[in-house]
Each structure stands twice: as structure tokens, then as C-alpha cells.
């Protein structure tokens, strides 16, 4: 089956600095991919739509400017959270996407000190 | 009102009943329908999906649609003590692509 992985799986990092995290579909091209958000013990949030060799599409409240979406190629899109604060410590998901679903990749947690 | 909606539960359903789980939505515009189960600190696994109304059956699993009701909903037969998880049913346009909108999830528990 469809497999997604993404890196890092977990990351520890101080309060400002940035953080890049891959999302790679690993047996099938996506031109489409998606970011999702999910905070403790809440449903996985929508943040953006990455589309190969284009700008994201962002949701309503999602700050472009703060999470840099880069989908360079139909199987690696990168998601990269600037001057990351304690706030934006959450688990990242990515889908990627593939005919009539989506491939979930494992997700990344993020916690920001 | 959310546009998809479910009972955050828990759930407490006995080794070997039958687990039904309900979720209900708002856009009409949705066309397809899916159930994953999450377990803790988990990535979403898919269930099942459904795109037309009626049932649909997959090994113990069978998911009914009912659009006129904007009802989709997910039972579990033979539930298992492995089944204890969050299940999310999440609705997607497909004008939209594959971009899904999750309802809260409901935290099944299976009691041996």
C-alpha cells in the first residue's frame, strides 16, 4: 500500500527557532499534500493545502508567513514552523494525496521550550 | 454548529458486542465519507470510506450513509479489546481534492 513517511518523528527545540519538517510519499507521486495540526485530546486541524510547484493554500487563521510550505517535487513537501513559540508545540501530520483518499504519514511532535 | 460532528464518547463497549459509533455533518456538498481510528500518539489509519448511501461492509467493519440524513455512521461487530482508540469520521468535497474536515473523534473502550 500507499506509504508516507515523515522527519523528523519528534523534535525538542528553544523558543525562536525554526523548524522543518518532510512530508515524502515514498511508492507514488502526490501533487497534492496536506498539513494537519492536532493539539491534546482535539481532532486533527486543517492547516494547509501544499500543491506541487505552486503557492499553499491556507486555512482561515493559518499564518502563511509563520509555516513555510515548500512542495518542490510529487513526493517531498516540507513544512518549516518560524520562531517557533510554546503555542505552536502540537503533533504535525501529513497526508498526501492519492485518487479517492489520502495517505496519512506517521506525524512529527513537535514540543517548543 | 460544526460542520462535522460526533460524540467525544467515551464508549465502553464489552469484548465481543457490537460498537456503533454516529456522526453527522453539514455541508451537503460532501461526497465522500471516511472513518479512521487513531490510537494514542498515532497517525490516523483508514477503516473504511463510503460514497454512496447504503452500507458497505469490510470484514467486521460496516459503514452506513444516509446524505438525505447527513448521517454517516460505523459499526464494530465482534469488538475486540485491539479496537480501544479514537475514531475520527471525516467528510470531503470533492471539488476540494482529498482535503478533509475531522470531526472530534470518539474514544471507543473495549472492556475484556
Known amino acids: 500500500g500507499a506509504v508516507v513517511s515523515q522527519h523528523p518523528s519528534w523534535v525538542i527545540c528553544k523558543s525562536g527557532t525554526s523548524v522543518k519538517i518532510e512530508c515524502r510519499s515514498l511508492?507514488?507521486?502526490?501533487?497534492?499534500m496536506f498539513w494537519y495540526r492536532q493539539f491534546p485530546k482535539q481532532s486533527l486541524m486543517l492547516m494547509a493545502t501544499?500543491?506541487?510547484?505552486?503557492?499553499?493554500?491556507?486555512e482561515q487563521g493559518v499564518e502563511k508567513d509563520k509555516f513555510l510550505i515548500n512542495h518542490a517535487s510529487l513526493t517531498l513537501s516540507t513544512l518549516t514552523v518560524t520562531s517557533a513559540h510554546p503555542e505552536d508545540s502540537s503533533f504535525y501530520i501529513c497526508?498526501?494525496?492519492?485518487?479517492?483518499?489520502?495517505?496519512f504519514g506517521p506525524g512529527t511532535r513537535l514540543l517548543v521550550l | 454548529q460544526k460542520e462535522v460532528e460526533q460524540n467525544s464518547g467515551p464508549l465502553s463497549v464489552p469484548e465481543g458486542a457490537i460498537a456503533s459509533l454516529n456522526c453527522t455533518y453539514s455541508?451537503?456538498?460532501?461526497?465522500?465519507f471516511f472513518w479512521y481510528r487513531q490510537y494514542s500518539g498515532k497517525s490516523p489509519e483508514l477503516i473504511m470510506s463510503?460514497?454512496?448511501?447504503g452500507d458497505k461492509e469490510d470484514g467486521r467493519f460496516t459503514a452506513q450513509l444516509n446524505k438525505a440524513s447527513q448521517y454517516v455512521s460505523l459499526l464494530i461487530r465482534d469488538s475486540q479489546p485491539s479496537d480501544s482508540a479514537t475514531y475520527l469520521c471525516?467528510?470531503?468535497?470533492?471539488?476540494?481534492?482529498?482535503?478533509?474536515?475531522f470531526g472530534g473523534g470518539t474514544r471507543v473502550l473495549v472492556k475484556p
Open positions: 501544499s500543491n506541487e510547484g505552486s503557492k499553499a493554500t491556507y
Open positions: 463510503i460514497y454512496s448511501n
Open positions: 511508492d507514488f507521486q502526490a501533487t497534492t
Open positions: 455541508d451537503r456538498g460532501s461526497q465522500s
Open positions: 471525516a467528510v470531503n468535497r470533492f471539488t476540494a481534492g482529498n482535503k478533509l474536515t
Open positions: 497526508s498526501a494525496d492519492r485518487d479517492l483518499d489520502s495517505a
